[in-house]
C-alpha cells in the first residue's frame, strides 16, 4: 500500500527521481555529444521520446525502423526542434534474423562508435502469428531479435568503450508484465511457435517476451563481466502507459479501461524517464544486470531471477541463430531439455 501511495504522489527514491520525474529533468546534466545510440522502436511512444530527449543532449542516433517512412517522420520532428542533430534512418524488422543481420552489416559499413544500445521495440501480437524464421511472432520480435541484436553488435561496444574509456551501456526495454509468466519457458514458447493457436495467450506470450529480455539482461551482465568489458546491461519497466502498443485493440472497451486505469498511467515523457536515466545517468556507472522501475532499482520476479532459467534460455537462444527455431524444439523434445 505504501508503494503504491508513493507510486501515485511521485515519491522520489534514493536516486533523487521517481514515478513522476520525466526523460528531460533525469538527463538534465548530461552531455552526450560524443556518443552514438542505437535505438530501437523509436518511431513512435516511448521510443520517440527516448531518441528526442537524447538529441537533445546531444547524442548521434541511429533509428533502425521497419518502417522507413515512420523513422523518417520521427528524424524530421527532432531535427525541426533540434536543428544540429545527427539522425540516421536504417531498415530493420527485429522479427526476421536476416533483417537483423542485414542491419547490423550496415550498421558496421559505416565505421561509426556505438556507446548506447536501447532495445526498447515491443510488440504485443493479439492474433496468433509465426515469423519468417518459425518463431510465435510476439517472442521474435521483443526477445530474439534483440538477442541477435546485441550479440552481433558488441564486439563494436567493447572496442568503443576501449577506445573512448566511456563506458557502454545496453538498456532491454521489459515491463513489469514478466511476473505474470508462471511455468516453463521453453515448453510453452515451442507450443506457441508451432501454429498451435490453441495454446495461444496474448497476454502470456507477451509476458514470456519480457521474462526472456530480463533472462537476457542477467546472463549478459554476467558474461560482460567475465569478458571485463567496460559495457553494461540493465533492463527497465517503463511503466504503464497509453502507447501503440494497444492500438490493435483501440475502441469504447479500451477507452473505459485506460480512462479508469488514468491514476496509474504514466505520460509518455514520464515513461521515457527510467529508460533515459539508466541509460545515461553517471550514478550507474559499472551498475549491471539490474532491473529498474521509476528510475530506480526494482525487484524482479522469483522466476526472473532463476539464473538456471536464464542459462536455459541463452543456450536454446544460441541453438535457434544457428539451426533455427524448429531445429531447436525438435531438438529439445527428443532431449526433453
Same mark, same amino acid.
Given at each position: 500500500?505504501?508503494e503504491?501511495?508513493?507510486y501515485?504522489? !511521485?515519491s522520489?527514491?534514493?536516486?533523487g527521481f521517481g514515478?513522476k520525474?520525466?526523460a528531460e529533468?533525469?538527463?538534465e546534466n548530461s552531455d552526450?555529444?560524443?556518443?552514438?545510440?542505437?535505438?530501437?522502436g523509436?518511431?513512435?511512444?516511448i521510443?520517440?521520446?527516448?531518441?528526442r530527449?537524447?538529441a537533445k543532449? !546531444?547524442?548521434r542516433?541511429?533509428?533502425?525502423a521497419?518502417?522507413?517512412?515512420?523513422?523518417?517522420?520521427t528524424?524530421a520532428?527532432?531535427?525541426?526542434e533540434?536543428?544540429?542533430?545527427?539522425?540516421?534512418?536504417?531498415?530493420l524488422d527485429?522479427?526476421?534474423?536476416t533483417s537483423v543481420?542485414?542491419?547490423?552489416a550496415?550498421?558496421?559499413?559505416?565505421?561509426?562508435p556505438l556507446n548506447?544500445l536501447?532495445?526498447n521495440?515491443?510488440?504485443?501480437?493479439?492474433?496468433h502469428?509465426?515469423?519468417?524464421d518459425?518463431?510465435e511472432m510476439?517472442f521474435?520480435?521483443?526477445?530474439?531479435?534483440h538477442?541477435?541484436?546485441?550479440k552481433?553488435?558488441?564486439?563494436?561496444m567493447i572496442e568503443?568503450?576501449?577506445?573512448?574509456g566511456?563506458q557502454g551501456?545496453?538498456v532491454n526495454v521489459?515491463?513489469s508484465?514478466?511476473?505474470w509468466?508462471s511455468?516453463?519457458?521453453?515448453?510453452y514458447?515451442?507450443s506457441?511457435?508451432r501454429?498451435?493457436k490453441?495454446?495461444?495467450d496474448?497476454t502470456r506470450?507477451?509476458a514470456?517476451?519480457k521474462?526472456?529480455?530480463?533472462f537476457?539482461?542477467?546472463?549478459?551482465?554476467r558474461k560482460l563481466?567475465?569478458?571485463g568489458?567496460?559495457v553494461t546491461?540493465n533492463?527497465?519497466?517503463?511503466?504503464i502507459v497509453?502507447?501503440?502498443?494497444t492500438?490493435?485493440r483501440?475502441?469504447?472497451?479500451?477507452?473505459i479501461?485506460f480512462?479508469?486505469a488514468?491514476?496509474?498511467l504514466k505520460t509518455?515523457p514520464?515513461?521515457?524517464?527510467t529508460?533515459?536515466?539508466?541509460?545515461?545517468h553517471?550514478?550507474?556507472h559499472n551498475?549491471s544486470?539490474?532491473y529498474?522501475?521509476?528510475?530506480?532499482e526494482a525487484?524482479?520476479?522469483?522466476? !526472473?531471477?532463476?539464473?538456471?532459467?536464464?542459462?536455459?534460455?541463452?543456450a536454446v537462444?544460441e541453438?535457434m541463430?544457428t539451426r533455427g527455431p524448429k531445429?531447436a524444439?525438435?531438438?529439445?523434445?527428443?532431449?526433453?531439455f
Amino acid at each position: 500500500m505504501l508503494e503504491t501511495v508513493k507510486y501515485l504522489i !511521485g515519491s522520489p527514491g534514493p536516486s533523487g527521481f521517481g514515478s513522476k520525474s520525466n526523460a528531460e529533468q533525469v538527463t538534465e546534466n548530461s552531455d552526450l555529444r560524443s556518443l552514438t545510440a542505437i535505438i530501437t522502436g523509436a518511431t513512435s511512444g516511448i521510443g520517440a521520446e527516448t531518441a528526442r530527449v537524447l538529441a537533445k543532449r !546531444g547524442a548521434r542516433l541511429v533509428l533502425p525502423a521497419r518502417s522507413l517512412k515512420a523513422a523518417e517522420d520521427t528524424k524530421a520532428r527532432i531535427v525541426s526542434e533540434f536543428p544540429d542533430a545527427d539522425v540516421m534512418v536504417m531498415p530493420l524488422d527485429l522479427s526476421s534474423l536476416t533483417s537483423v543481420r542485414n542491419f547490423v552489416a550496415h550498421f558496421h559499413s559505416l565505421r561509426l562508435p556505438l556507446n548506447l544500445l536501447i532495445n526498447n521495440a515491443g510488440k504485443f501480437a493479439h492474433e496468433h502469428a509465426i515469423s519468417e524464421d518459425g518463431l510465435e511472432m510476439t517472442f521474435a520480435t521483443n526477445y530474439l531479435g534483440h538477442f541477435l541484436l546485441t550479440k552481433l553488435l558488441l564486439k563494436t561496444m567493447i572496442e568503443t568503450a576501449e577506445k573512448t574509456g566511456v563506458q557502454g551501456r545496453i538498456v532491454n526495454v521489459s515491463s513489469s508484465i514478466h511476473a505474470w509468466f508462471s511455468g516453463d519457458v521453453i515448453s510453452y514458447l515451442a507450443s506457441i511457435s508451432r501454429n498451435n493457436k490453441s495454446h495461444y495467450d496474448a497476454t502470456r506470450a507477451y509476458a514470456l517476451s519480457k521474462l526472456a529480455n530480463v533472462f537476457h539482461t542477467n546472463q549478459l551482465a554476467r558474461k560482460l563481466q567475465q569478458m571485463g568489458a567496460n559495457v553494461t546491461v540493465n533492463c527497465v519497466h517503463p511503466g504503464i502507459v497509453r502507447t501503440r502498443l494497444t492500438r490493435e485493440r483501440e475502441g469504447l472497451l479500451t477507452d473505459i479501461v485506460f480512462f479508469l486505469a488514468s491514476k496509474l498511467l504514466k505520460t509518455i515523457p514520464q515513461a521515457a524517464a527510467t529508460t533515459c536515466y539508466v541509460a545515461t545517468h553517471p550514478r550507474l556507472h559499472n551498475v549491471s544486470g539490474k532491473y529498474f522501475a521509476d528510475c530506480n532499482e526494482a525487484v524482479t520476479s522469483k522466476l !526472473g531471477s532463476n539464473s538456471t532459467q536464464a542459462s536455459r534460455l541463452w543456450a536454446v537462444s544460441e541453438f535457434m541463430l544457428t539451426r533455427g527455431p524448429k531445429a531447436a524444439f525438435d531438438l529439445l523434445n527428443h532431449l526433453h531439455f
